[in-house]
């Protein structure tokens, strides 16, 4: 018996993506907010955003509505131009620190 | 189409002087303001004398919102496009002597502010009036910022800030008004006559009319929104202070004439006691401040203050005989005080102090200069049979009808203002000679250009002041009208 | 009293003539105005003269045609003694509030028409003579002729805004003679206050004016006092108005409290003092009192008000008299105190005397004025006759004429003062004995102080120095003329109100009909007849007070050759007091014009400086202040700005879950 993939996502319960996403949310939140290592920061960000895509992906299976699964889409073409800046910029920094700290920018305030 | 014509020529020929330079520039701006004088008198000649607004141009503008070009003058518009008219090819002239850096600029913003000033008088709808209303403090902001004297960039950010800030509570009270309009499902319109027809609640009325109020307020300006006013006429360059004087506070008592006293007559009425009350301490403490003033032009600016305060007062004394006197008021101020400030420019020039304690004796060897000071002081002063007893007379006149006391109150200011102006004129002019009685020249035919219509004016508007009156009569009886609706 | 309108446009002529009674002399005055140095003094006076010599012909010719309108061409459909009005155009004209240009022609401002013009022009004609080696003579007419002007059309307008423009003129041209020599700011200070304080007054007559077009609604004279002439005697309203007519008055008639202005207004050339500030613009406030007689016979308070300050300035301007040792100062004074006495007279509803007393007051005190003049020109400018004496000798002319007026004040028949100021002591003695007590003393007083002058000036010893002795001379013809002409006028003028002598009070039967309405609200005023030995009583009396003064100065300047004591002498303290007329200059300084001085500098430094403009510039400096505060937030680590983002989107996702 064949399943499409909507089935298949059925095949575990809601509540259960849910507790996924948020423990992924909540882990990316917490290395954004406690980590200093830009790059560290960055896959964080990247893990935030997963685990909305996660959630995006159950619910859009869940309530037979394609438009979750098409912002998925948009979400991942948006990060990974996002990375290809991110990374530059931290490219920039790395080479006029030596260093990835990000508390090493302090340099815009007041 | 003539009012199209007044609005836009000042602006198209300041386009046009960016090609001149220096010299040609300063011809081709007198030039272009005559011409603009000369259309703003045919109109006066052949407009009729009703209520009704004339040369009227109505064209949409942002009209999905019911925005519209609307343009038109009354007699009461007409009024003061003749007064700006004439006056802005005289504060040209009054410039000559002076060679201003990058001129073709500074003549370009002179006339540029002309299209502002006449934009204000004409307006028929709301956002109309508040763009040129914004429009005209642009070109003021920086002849008084570039071309002004030592402090001149602290005192015309102050000046600039305040009034673009009362300004803004008036914007904020149209669009409520705007809004208001499209209340009960008719089309949105931001015209003066839907304004005029909207019925507001007593409640509203009293707010909007701060919001709007605080904007004209400022701008005349009324005690105790006045602290801009002395600095910067003393710091502007004399043209500016002469267009700021002379014309520029003029927009203020016109608007609420037109954009105040009609549109909220309840607010008027509610806080009417109270602004009557601020009018007069302004005129009081205006004169009292100017009688002990060293500086010329600082000493104009406080009596300036007191005569503006009258003004005022005369509007909110809601009387035919206190508003057909702001109107004559306007005129004979606008004479009056670009006058005085041209002598104090004229005398600066010559000796290069305008403080009085170092002046005096100029009289001996300048009998024309007194004499054009003493006419236009004395016509400061009141002096019937020149231009400022007319005024004067009504506004007193009207603020008398309006409550005994206040008028016997503003009245002293006849006293005041003899007090400070003669003190003046003695101290500048009579007395022992001093370090540049030997020295000083009289009036020169360029200055006396400028000096004689002034002086003719005085009389003109002394003696027969019906010529204007007759103009303004019709439109003031209209916003009475509604006043008392 | 009513109104014939004559339109200016029926009558073409007649208003041509109307028009240029003052407008001659605005002629002269834009001639030697704008000719100023172009024209020799000779000329510039020659100008001046002939213009209101012009004015004075045609002013004749309408007051002989006024009596007879035979010709019917001055104003047609006019009947003999009937005012009328002359509209020339529209001047103001606001709602109701109409005030045309129009001129008044009846008994009254034909008669100041006359003075103003008569004693003008012999005014002007001295000038020529006494302004001879001043460099500005052609200023000098100018400013005389617009006098003139002004105080023509303050007779002739029909209004009360057209008496105020000539009533403001006046102050004006008086402002310009009184600092006419403007180098010294003695003068100009003295020219200064005149024209404040009588600004002080002038405020008070237009609150009067707006006060009557309020309750009248209308400011012209005949509907005015048509309208008045119904109302019941004591009216609130008129009384107010009356009141504020009356500060007016004070202020340009000089009458206690604003009396002090006209002293300093010596500093002016000596013709000015004698036209301006004896002959005629100082009558203004009784001209104004007599205009709107019925206003004031409606107030008997104000009249009450009015007799009252009249008799105390009479009296204690003629008290400051006695000591001043200025020639014109002393003159100044009896001028307040004169004036005081033609209020007296209105104040107890004697108008006509009141008038008569203003005629012959021109007379002899533009004589004296003008005498003074010729002492001070032979004298080389020397104004204190402690430095005069046995003048009589050397100015014979000037000698005999100041006489003349000096026994025309004292009230020494048969000169013109006796004439009028028995006739108000007589009305005075009707309505109250402390007033006509009042007027005697002042009379004793007058005579006293007045011989006192003529004593000290023309008899005794020579007391100035050998230089100004050498220079002694009479004056010119051109100025002891007008001295002759007005000294035959104060000598003669008493009977045209001297019933006694030619049987028929000329003046007042003129003057009649401008009372009509006065008379028909208060007969009783007017009714009042004297017995015949009580009139000579009061005759008697006032003659012996004038008598008994000049005895007192003879036998103390003459006899007993007493002089006045230099100014840093030992005064005991009722002496020092009038010496210092009262200290009431030095009051005033402390009661108003330092304080508002203080109160300038206060303002500004505590006010302007100290509250509304730090308020203002407050708002500058909160806003910038809190920048300055808020910017500290950006601290620059990205782990706090993260860390704010979270909590920021914490907050609003809660808020909004919870729905605060």
Redesign the interface.
């Known amino acids: 018996m064949e399943q499409t993939i909507p089935e298949v996502i059925r095949t575990v319960p809601l509540e259960y993506y849910i507790y996924f996403a948020t423990a992924l949310f909540a882990i990316g939140v917490t290395g954004v907010l406690t980590r200093r290592n830009a790059i560290i920061i960055f896959m964080c960000v990247e893990l935030m955003l997963n685990a909305v895509n996660v959630l995006l992906t159950a619910f859009s299976a869940y309530r037979s509505d394609p438009n979750g699964q098409i912002f998925v889409f948009f979400i991942m073409a948006v990060a990974a131009a996002e990375v290809s800046v991110g990374l530059g910029i931290i490219v920039m920094i790395y080479r006029n620190f030596q260093n990835t700290d990000v508390n090493l920018l302090n340099r815009l305030k007041w | 189409m003539l009012t199209v014509f007044l609005l836009l020529f000042p602006v198209a020929a300041a386009l046009l002087l960016h090609f001149a330079k220096g010299n040609a520039a300063r011809v081709m701006a007198l030039g272009a303001a005559l011409v603009e004088f000369v259309v703003a008198v045919y109109a006066a000649v052949v407009s009729q004398v009703t209520a009704q607004t004339q040369f009227e141009v109505n064209v949409p503008w942002i009209a999905s919102a019911g925005i519209n070009f609307h343009v038109g003058m009354d007699g009461l518009s007409l009024v003061l496009v003749l007064l700006t008219t004439f006056l802005v090819p005289l504060i040209i002239l009054a410039s000559f002597r002076h060679d201003y850096p990058n001129a073709s600029a500074f003549y370009a913003l002179i006339l540029f502010m002309q299209t502002g000033l006449i934009g204000v008088f004409v307006s028929l709808d709301a956002f109309l009036f508040y763009f040129f209303w914004e429009v005209a403090l642009i070109p003021i902001y920086f002849l008084a910022g570039v071309w002004g004297s030592e402090r001149r960039i602290a005192v015309t950010f102050k000046f600039f800030l305040y009034t673009i800030i009362g300004s803004l509570f008036m914007l904020a009270a149209f669009v409520y008004l705007y809004f208001q309009t499209g209340i009960n499902g008719a089309v949105r319109s931001s015209d003066i006559i839907a304004f005029y027809n909207l019925t507001l609640s007593s409640d509203q009325q009293a707010w909007v009319f701060w919001l709007i109020f605080i904007a004209f307020a400022v701008k005349m300006p009324v005690f105790p929104f006045h602290t801009w006013q002395p600095d910067t006429y003393t710091e502007s360059p004399a043209p500016a202070t002469m267009l700021l004087s002379g014309i520029m506070l003029k927009m203020g008592i016109y608007g609420t004439l037109r954009w105040l006293l009609p549109v909220v007559p309840k607010g008027v009425s509610h806080w009417g006691p109270l602004v009557m009350v601020l009018c007069i301490i302004g005129i009081i403490y205006g004169a009292i401040i100017a009688i002990r003033q060293r500086d010329v032009k600082r000493l104009i600016a406080y009596s300036s203050l007191s005569h503006v305060g009258l003004m005022a007062a005369g509007v909110f004394s809601l009387t035919m005989m206190g508003l057909q006197g702001t109107v004559i008021q306007m005129l004979a101020h606008g004479v009056n005080v670009v006058g005085m400030f041209f002598i104090a420019d004229i005398i600066q020039r010559r000796t290069g102090t305008r403080d009085i304690s170092e002046l005096g004796g100029l009289t001996k060897h300048t009998p024309v200069l007194s004499v054009t000071f003493l006419v236009l002081l004395l016509s400061t002063v009141a002096l019937p049979l020149t231009a400022g007893f007319v005024g004067e007379f009504l506004l007193l006149g009207g603020v008398y009808q309006y409550n005994h006391w206040m008028g016997a109150v503003a009245g002293v200011t006849i006293i005041l203002g003899a007090v400070y102006l003669l003190r003046m004129f003695q101290r500048v002019m009579l007395g022992p000679d001093t370090q540049f009685t030997a020295t000083i020249k009289d009036l020169t035919g360029a200055e006396l250009a400028v000096l004689v219509p002034l002086i003719l004016m005085v009389f003109w508007i002394g003696l027969f002041p019906g010529t204007f009156m007759r103009i303004s009569e019709p439109a003031i009886m209209q916003i009475m009208t509604i006043v008392n609706r | 009293m009513q109104e014939t309108v004559i339109p200016a446009a029926s009558a073409p002529y007649s208003t041509l003539l109307y028009v240029l009674i003052p407008l001659l002399p605005f002629l002269g005055f834009l001639i030697n ?1 704008l000719l ?2 172009k024209l020799s003094g000779t000329v510039a006076g020659a100008i001046g003269s002939l213009m209101v010599l012009g004015s004075f012909l045609i002013s004749v010719m309408l007051f002989w045609e006024f009596q007879h309108p035979t010709a019917q061409w001055l104003a047609p459909g006019a009947t003999a003694h009937q005012a009328y009005t002359v509209r020339l ?7 109701t ?1 109409q005030i045309p240009f129009t001129y008044q022609i009846d008994q009254l401002s034909l008669i100041m028409l006359l003075l103003v013009t008569g004693v003008g022009f012999l005014i002007h004609v001295y000038s020529i003579g006494y302004m001879h080696h001043d460099e500005n003579v052609g200023k000098f007419f100018a400013f005389l002729n617009l006098f003139v002007f002004s105080m023509l059309v303050l007779v002739l307008g029909a209004n009360f ?1 057209i008496l ?2 000539g009533w ?2 006046v102050g ?1 041209c008086s ?1 310009l003679l009184i ?1 006419f020599w ?4 003695g003068n ?2 003295a020219a ?1 206050k005149a ?2 304080i009588n ?2 007054g ?2 008070g007559f ?2 009067g004016i ?2 009557i ?2 309750t009248f609604d209308s400011v012209q004279y005949a509907e005015v006092f048509h309208k008045a002439s119904t109302m019941q005697i004591g009216t609130g309203v008129v009384t107010a108005i009356t009141l504020l007519l009356f500060v007016g008055a004070m202020g340009k008639s000089a009458q206690l409290p604003l009396y002090t202005w006209l002293p300093d207004a010596m500093a002016g050339p000596t013709p000015v003092s004698a036209l301006i500030h004896a002959a005629t613009m100082v009558t203004a406030g009784i001209y104004m009192v007599l205009r709107s007689n019925v206003l004031f016979t409606l107030a008997p308070d104000t009249l009450h008000v009015v007799a009252w300050i009249g008799g105390i300035t009479a009296l204690f301007a003629a008290s400051i008299g006695l000591a001043q040792n200025d020639i014109k100062k002393v003159l100044a004074y009896s001028t307040v105190s004169q004036l005081g006495y033609m209020f007296l007279a209105l104040g107890v509803m004697g108008y006509s005397t009141s008038l008569f007393h203003v005629l012959t007051h021109a007379f002899f005190k533009a004589l004296m004025f003008l005498g003074a003049g010729s002492v001070i020109h032979a004298m080389s400018n020397e104004q204190d006759i402690r430095r005069m004496g046995g003048l009589r000798k050397a100015l014979p002319i000037t000698f005999l004429t100041f006489l003349i007026g000096c026994l025309a004040i004292s009230g020494i028949p048969p000169f013109s003062g006796f004439f009028s100021k028995d006739e108000i002591l007589e009305h005075v003695y009707q309505h109250n004995k402390i007033l006509w007590g009042i007027g005697m003393v002042t009379a004793f007083l007058t005579a006293f102080y007045m011989f006192r002058l003529l004593f000290l000036t023309f008899f005794g010893e020579f007391r100035g120095t050998e230089e100004q002795k050498h220079h002694l001379h009479e004056s010119p013809a051109s100025m002891t003329l007008p001295l002759i002409v007005l000294a035959i006028l104060a000598a003669v003028g008493g009977f045209m109100g001297a019933p006694m002598f030619v049987g028929k009070h000329y003046l007042a039967d003129y003057l009649a009909p401008l009372f009509t309405y006065s008379k028909a609200l208060n007969p009783e005023a007017f009714a009042t007849e004297l017995d015949h030995g009580t009139e000579l009583m009061l005759i008697g009396l006032s003659v012996a007070a004038g008598v008994l003064g000049i005895l007192f100065a003879y036998v103390q300047y003459v006899s007993r050759k007493v002089r006045p004591s230099e100014d840093d002498a030992h005064r005991s303290a009722p002496e020092s007091l009038v010496y210092h007329k009262y200290y009431i200059d030095e009051l005033y300084n402390a009661l108003f014009v330092r304080p ?2 203080w ?3 206060g ?2 430094r505590f ?2 400086q100290g509250i ?2 730090p308020i ?2 407050g708002f ?1 400096r909160v806003t910038l202040g809190g920048g300055q505060l808020l ?2 937030v ?6 706090l700005y ?2 704010l983002i ?1 909590v920021g989107i914490v907050l609003v996702l809660g808020l909004n879950l919870f729905r605060f």
């Not at chain 3, 950006?634 to 782990?639: C, H, I, K, L």
């Open positions: 105005g100023n140095k155009f529209d001047w103001i004209s606001v709602g509030l805004v105020f423009i403001e003129g004006l402002y600092g403007n180098k010294d700011h100009n200070n200064k024209f404040i600004r002080v002038d405020l237009l609150l707006f006060l077009y309020l508002v001085m109160l300038s500098t303002l500004y006010v302007e509304i403009d203002v510039n500058g910017r500290y950006q601290t620059g680590y990205v782990g993260l860390i979270v």
